[in-house]
């Protein structure tokens, strides 16, 4: 186990990571996803990760930018050909710049920012799909299990 959970009454981290240069080959990492039922699905495997990218945490932010990545998920599966961006938490709040994913069926572009993503308060978000196979994110997404488009647009 790499983090748990921190309980209520423990104090507040003083814990600063920096890792500017990070790089994964042929990386497996296993996703405990717990038995809690939900609208999305996270996979339970990720194999033949091959990532480069910085990570940086430092009291209340959570940075990781990935510069290269590639894998194949499982449980449900997926083949992530090209993931690229940048993710930021502060808090409450959820930053995505310039993420980029290619699967074999989709090609998703995403910039954001989520404010008390506890809540889902204020979202503003540019998406761009060219295509986007929603047979693949139904595996994902169950909801979108009986819909058998593959749209493409900007949001």
Do not use: C, M, W
């Amino acid at each position: 186990t790499l983090a748990k959970p921190r309980t209520p009454s423990a104090q507040p981290s003083r814990l600063t990571l920096d890792i500017q240069s990070l790089e994964l080959q042929d990386g497996t990492v296993a996703i405990d996803t717990g038995s809690q039922p939900g609208p999305t699905r996270i996979p339970e495997r990720v194999e033949h990760l091959d990532l480069e990218g910085a990570f940086r945490l430092v009291p209340n932010s959570v940075e990781v930018r990935v510069d290269r990545a590639t894998f194949r998920a499982a449980q449900p599966d997926v083949h992530v050909q090209a993931l690229t961006g940048h993710v930021r938490l502060t808090g409450p709040d959820v930053e995505l710049a310039s993420l980029r994913i290619e699967t074999p069926g989709s090609r998703i572009e995403a910039s954001g920012r989520v404010t008390d993503s506890s809540r889902l308060g204020a979202v503003s978000a540019k998406l761009r799909v060219a295509p986007l196979a929603v047979a693949e994110v139904a595996r994902f997404v169950p909801a979108l299990a009986p819909y058998d488009v593959t749209p493409t647009g900007r949001v």
